[in-house]
């Protein structure tokens, strides 16, 4: 049984009249999604504006995935278990894995980079349960819910119950760090920024982290792309999450930058 529920397909949008980039456009996201179901929440953090495409999929919690990593690394860099984008982050225990780019020592960023699930594992664990809740809690992230175990809470698989949270929520928590709403203090900021850049126009830039999940057999049909971008001397978070068959996180990442691009955001 497949734990992901079918999406609603319902549009809307809040208008805003400040500016031609906001709200996104509804043709815009519907071309990029091309009939795939799933949601893209944009707010604009100056005004709290938000474009909500699907809003019953907006809603849905879900196994957040790989985009849990940031916080678990704004949490880890709070606690001083790790200082740095530059530091060694990751030694490799000689494990080959299929991902080539885990079967050697890390960086902080080249970990963040190449979502190195064993790295942040380990980072997890040396955060342990009781300070990962109290930080969980703080933050309000999700439903709250690591009792999974402190390693795989974020981590679908058959018979386990993850942490849930909305894409309407991820792009709410998202839209409060970068408005400063959250306790982290401005270093860890800087290095989650450093790590999270994506891509660089002369428009903007894009923070982001992508996030993918299967289902019981293990077929990807779940794809997160979770951040913010910054353009035109605004900052917008977001949040999208797609669903289907050999869907991944590299999906809603290429959603999200078709719609930027199409928005002039990229």
Same mark, same amino acid.
């Given at each position: 049984m497949r734990y992901i529920l079918a999406f609603?397909?319902?549009?809307?949008?809040?208008?805003?009249?400040? &500016?031609?980039?906001?709200?996104? #456009?509804?043709?815009?996201?519907?071309?990029a999604f091309a009939g795939r179901k799933g949601a893209l929440v944009v707010i604009d953090c100056? #005004?709290?504006?938000? #474009?909500?495409?699907?809003?019953?999929?907006?809603?849905?919690? =879900?196994?957040?995935? &790989?985009?849990?990593k940031i916080w678990n690394t704004?949490?880890?860099?709070?606690?001083?278990?790790?200082?740095?984008?530059?530091?060694p982050f990751y030694q490799w225990d000689g494990r080959t894995r299929a991902i080539t780019a885990?079967?050697?020592?890390?960086?902080?960023?080249?970990?963040?980079?190449?979502s190195c699930v064993p790295a942040f594992q380990n980072l997890a664990r040396q955060i342990g349960p009781e300070r990962m809740q109290h930080w969980i809690d703080k933050i309000g992230y999700g439903d709250r819910d690591i009792s999974a175990g402190i390693d795989v809470f974020w981590l679908p698989a058959k018979g386990r119950k993850?942490?849930?949270? #909305?894409?309407?929520?991820?792009?709410?928590?998202?839209?409060?760090?970068?408005s400063g709403k959250l306790p982290?203090?401005?270093? &860890? =900021?800087?290095?989650?920024?450093?790590?999270?850049?994506?891509?660089?126009?002369?428009?903007?830039v894009l923070y982001g982290k992508t996030g993918s999940g299967a289902d019981d057999r293990g077929t990807y049909i779940l794809g997160w792309f979770a951040g913010y971008v910054e353009s035109n001397g605004r900052t917008y978070a977001f949040a999208c999450a797609v669903q289907?068959?050999?869907?991944m996180g590299k999906d809603a990442r290429a959603i999200v930058e078709t719609v930027f691009e199409k928005q002039g955001l990229l």
């Open positions: 609603c397909l319902i549009i809307t949008a809040t208008p805003l009249a400040h &500016s031609q980039t906001f709200p996104v #456009s509804e043709s815009a996201v519907n071309s100056s #005004s709290g504006a938000i #474009s909500n495409f699907h809003p019953d999929a907006a809603a849905e919690p =879900l196994a957040p995935c &790989s985009t849990f704004l949490i880890g860099l709070e606690l001083g278990v790790i200082a740095s984008a530059a530091e885990w079967n050697k020592d890390l960086m902080l960023k080249e970990a963040f980079q190449a993850t942490v849930l949270i #909305s894409p309407m929520e991820q792009a709410q928590l998202m839209c409060k760090l970068v982290f203090h401005e270093k &860890s =900021l800087a290095v989650i920024k450093e790590i999270m850049t994506t891509q660089k126009t002369d428009r903007g289907g068959e050999k869907i």
